[in-house]
């Protein structure tokens, strides 16, 4: 019998990851597609059919909310942390501290974070910290699907914030580390049935696998956990 064909929309942050865990999958050929995770919502919310849906919980339980992915069908993935890059060879600020990181936001001329859960998270703890006005002033947005790193790479950001598993293997960028545990941002992304699929019992064999505690290793070499 020929393995079915599914179609698997996912974020930026689990593109590498995701990568390497479908090509050892021998029960189904999964098409994917990863592109920025406010955009894949949104066309998934729009109807477009796909079979899978990887994204932060959030955004997965809003779409099971709205009738976009099954109920009952959300199954936890990988949990991923932020960390924060320079350009290659830039002077690299201590942050190993909330008063580092808060330092070095406020003596960076750019600054440039994403779009997504841990871009909103970000905004709050500078709202917390009360220097949201300062880092919107100097705040550059990336394009949809444009990693921040690329951004860093180029000159155009300074100091940049994102899943570690986006900034890892980008060249041209240092990465300084994680955010220190006392303001670590950490993302659990989780994958769902498409509202759209034909083909749900295949989807969640897939999702099972993708979960499964044989994958940690691969994880962990992309700079994340197991959920």
């Known amino acids: 019998m020929t393995p079915p064909t599914l179609r698997l929309i996912s974020s930026m942050a689990t593109r590498l990851l995701l990568s390497d865990l479908l090509a050892s999958y021998a029960d189904a050929t ?23 849906v990887l994204l932060g919980s959030d955004a997965i339980d809003k779409l099971i909310a709205g009738g976009h992915v099954l109920a009952g069908s959300r199954v936890d993935v990988v949990r991923s942390g932020v960390a924060v890059a320079v350009r290659a060879g830039a002077a690299r600020p201590d ?16 600054l440039g974070y994403s779009t997504g859960p841990s871009g909103v998270a970000l905004a709050h703890l500078f709202e917390r910290w009360g220097i949201a006005d300062a880092v919107n002033a100097k705040l550059v947005t990336p394009p949809p699907g444009t990693p921040v790193g690329a951004l860093v790479a180029t000159g ?18 240092d990465v300084l ?13 989780s994958g769902g049935v498409a509202a759209t699929s034909h083909q749900p019992d295949a989807v969640r064999a897939l999702l099972v696998h ?10 962990r070499a992309h700079g994340m956990d197991a959920a």
């Open 210 to 219: 993708l979960a499964s505690p044989g994958t940690a290793a691969t994880k």
């Open 30 to 52: 999964v098409a994917l597609e990863s592109v920025g995770g406010v955009d894949a919502a949104k066309r998934v919310a729009a109807g477009e059919a796909f079979d899978a």
């Open 177 to 189: 580390g994680p955010l220190p545990d006392a303001i670590q941002i950490t993302t659990i992304f």
């Open 95 to 110: 942050i190993a501290s909330e008063d580092g990181v808060k330092a070095a936001v406020l003596a960076a001329r750019t």
């Open 156 to 173: 155009e950001v300074e100091l940049g914030f994102q899943q570690l598993s986006e900034l890892m293997h980008l060249p041209g960028i």
